[in-house]
């Protein structure tokens, strides 16, 4: 069964507070939709991804390059609506709907979902109703229900495409959620167990609580790499993407950046994924004077498709002449630009050898590199 995965990320989330709405601001070190779409995107039996964002936000999108972006309505309704016409022109067997505002959806729910949808229309995720509840008016409880038979709804909420899709067609006006619109056309829907991990963050209490139980399940991996590159005639280097004038230049097949070839192979490493060389073969004369970006950005994407996002990263270069200290700012912009990253999260600083070795020499350049990479 082929299934597809709608994350509806339309909305303005201003309960939560903050200067962006709560898709789009931090949680542990990430945006709350990037922890969001991961936890799809490395799923392996989801097939397509479809994000439904607000008119204003996309731009937003740009990280998500597996990912196919639609434009939302002014109510839920109408921006799931959205994703699913975008999916209907090849249709998938079944989809799930989640909202971007559950960034902790476990593969273990997800499957849940996905199985039920082998026998049934329809399956959604909730939790029993274990607390007493009351009624109340003017901060005094006025009664009491019965919490028999009642649950706490969850997403994502799954479907077979082809018949949601007529009944989200025929139904009229805004829904709770998708199971009222399954509902309202007779689809039967399955309840599967929910998670009391996959909390909806409405309050900005929420995210406390969200960075905690990431806490517990982030994949951290660290990565380290190290380059040379020895001087030859020339008047300039280019360092972490920045062309530096200097007396000499650096010797390599490509640009001989030493300090981005360091950060790479920091990336790969970290992805136990070998080096510069296994990827880019310097036997190859298409990577003959190519740009080091071109590797960098093949790091970064290949971390990308596996789940993880870059963290932080750290460069050291060594050397006794160029001074790198008046150009250590732009190459961190650089840098940044180039993995997506804000820049407060890009090192870059550089050290001698006190005149010993090599470098000390001012014979080449050294450079060590370090990146960290996360995936819930």
């Known amino acids: ?38 936890a799809f995107r490395t ?57 971007v505002a559950r960034p902790l959806a476990t593969h273990a729910l997800i499957d849940r979902v996905i199985d039920a949808l082998e026998t049934t229309g329809g399956a959604a995720p909730a939790l029993a109703v274990t607390d007493a509840l009351w009624t109340g008016e003017d901060g005094h409880v006025t009664g009491t229900r019965d919490r028999t038979g009642l649950f706490r709804a969850q997403t994502p909420q799954g479907f077979r495409f082809a018949a949601y899709l007529d009944a989200h067609r025929a139904h009229d006006g805004d829904a709770m959620d998708d199971v009222a619109v399954a509902r309202s056309a007779g689809l039967d829907v399955t309840i599967v167990a929910g998670d009391e991990s996959n909390l909806k963050i409405t309050g900005p209490d929420d995210f406390a609580r969200a960075e905690q139980l990431l806490g517990g399940r982030v994949d951290i991996r660290t990565g380290t790499g190290f380059d040379v590159h020895a001087f030859e005639d020339g008047d300039a280097v280019t360092l972490c993407g920045v062309t530096v004038p200097h007396d000499r230049a650096l010797k390599g097949h490509s640009d001989a950046d030493v300090g981005m070839h360091a950060l790479t ?23 003959k004077g190519a740009a080091s970006d071109i590797f960098l950005r093949h790091a970064v994407e290949l971390a990308g498709s596996k789940g993880f996002a870059i963290s932080n990263c750290d460069v050291t270069l060594i050397c006794e002449r160029p001074k790198i200290g008046p150009h250590a700012g732009a190459m961190r912009a650089e840098l940044a630009r180039i993995m997506g990253l804000d820049v407060d999260r890009v090192s870059v600083k550089a050290t001698t050898s006190e005149r010993l070795g090599f470098t000390g020499r001012e014979e080449g350049i050294a450079a060590q590199a370090v990146a960290t990479l996360v995936r819930a």
Request: net charge negative; aromatic share 6%; hydrophobic share 45%.
């Open 1 to 38: 069964m082929e299934i597809a995965a709608i994350i509806v990320a339309a909305g303005r989330g201003t309960r939560a507070g903050g200067d962006v709405p709560k898709q789009w601001r931090s949680l542990a070190g990430r945006r709350v939709a990037d922890w969001t779409v991961d």
């Open 265 to 287: 192979d920091a990336i790969y490493g970290a992805l136990a994924e070998g080096d510069i060389g296994q990827h880019f073969p310097p036997s190859d004369p298409q990577w």
């Open 43 to 99: 799923h392996p039996r989801i097939g397509r991804i479809v994000m439904v964002l607000h008119p204003d936000d996309m731009g937003q999108a740009a990280g998500f390059t597996d990912v196919l972006v639609a434009t939302g309505g002014a109510s839920r309704h109408a921006s799931v609506a959205a994703g699913l016409e975008a999916l209907a022109g090849d249709p998938p067997d079944g989809v799930l709907i989640h909202d």
